[in-house]
Nanobody, 126 residues
Framework: QVQLVESGGGLVQAGGSLRLSCAASGLTLSSYTVGWFRQAPGKEREFVAAMTWINAYTYYGDSVKGRFTISGDNAKNTVYLEMNSLKPEDTAVYYC???????????????????WGQGTQVTVSS
C-alpha cells in the first residue's frame, strides 16, 4: 500500500522559512517524479515544484522560483521542500504527489500524478 505523509507545516511570519517533508512507504521515490502542489482557500490547486531523481531534474512554479528548493534523501525515501522568504500568499495546504518519471514542463500537470499525501498546512502571517 502506497502512503505519502507530509509534515513540517506550521505558522511562520513573512520572510521566514519552513521545510516540508514528504515521507513515502510502499514505493521508492527515486523511481518516480515527485511533485509539491498547494491549495489556498477558494483557489485551485497550484503546482509548486517537482523533481525526478535520475538526472537530478527539477522544475519550479514561477511564483516560488528562487525562494523554494526541492530535494530528496534516497536513504530516507523522503522529499523535502525548503521554503525561504515566505510571503502571506504562500499560505495554503501543501501536498506531495508522485507520478511516472518525466523530465519536461509537463511535470506541472497534476492529472498525471497517481498518489497523493493528505497535505500539511502552511500559514504565513504578515
Amino acid at each position: 500500500q502506497v502512503q505519502l505523509v507530509e509534515s513540517g507545516g506550521g505558522l511562520v511570519q513573512a520572510g521566514g522559512s519552513l521545510r516540508l517533508s514528504c515521507a513515502a512507504s510502499g514505493l521508492t521515490l527515486s523511481s518516480y517524479t515527485v511533485g509539491w502542489f498547494r491549495q489556498a482557500p477558494g483557489k485551485e490547486r497550484e503546482f509548486v515544484a517537482a523533481m525526478t531523481w535520475i538526472n537530478a531534474y527539477t522544475y519550479y512554479g514561477d511564483s516560488v522560483k528562487g525562494r523554494f528548493t526541492i530535494s530528496g534523501d534516497n536513504a530516507k525515501n523522503t522529499v523535502y521542500l525548503e521554503m525561504n522568504s515566505l510571503k502571506p500568499e504562500d499560505t495554503a495546504v501543501y501536498y506531495c504527489a508522485t507520478r511516472p518519471r518525466v523530465y519536461d514542463y509537463t511535470v506541472q500537470f497534476e492529472t498525471k500524478y497517481q498518489y497523493w499525501g493528505q497535505g500539511t498546512q502552511v500559514t504565513v502571517s504578515s
